[in-house]
């Protein structure tokens, strides 16, 4: 019987848009990092070092789960499946034809 899950951490609750707004304000000079990490209802440490391009797995807004990374960028991927998958369905053939 599956219970009801019940997140164990807080981790990365906050939002991309609040951490946008963050790292804006305190480009912008309009609040400092306290002030701006309570209003907008972000981690300090993780709103200054977003903020000065120093965190080592993920720029800017974007959330990263873990300290692995892709080893592709999208685009590379989703063509490399295309391409699988369109070659799949040429061996198929052939495999059809030599066994029939």
């Known amino acids: ?18 951490m946008g707004f963050a790292i804006e304000a305190v480009q912008d000079g309009r609040m400092g990092w306290l002030a701006a990490s309570k209003q907008f209802n ?3 440490a993780t709103l200054r070092r977003r903020a000065q391009g120093k965190n080592k797995q993920v720029r800017g807004v974007d959330k990263g789960l873990g300290r692995f990374c892709t080893t592709f960028p999208k685009e590379m991927e989703l063509d490399l499946v295309e391409h699988i998958k369109s070659r799949e369905n040429v061996f198929v053939q052939l495999f059809q034809k030599k066994w029939n």
């Not at 019987?1 to 939002?15: A, C, E, P």
Request: hydrophobic content about 25%; aromatic content about 10%; charged content about 30%.
């Open 42 to 44: 972000v981690p300090q």
């Open 1 to 18: 019987m599956v219970g009801q899950y019940h997140r164990k951490t807080d981790r990365q609750l906050w939002s991309k848009e609040s």
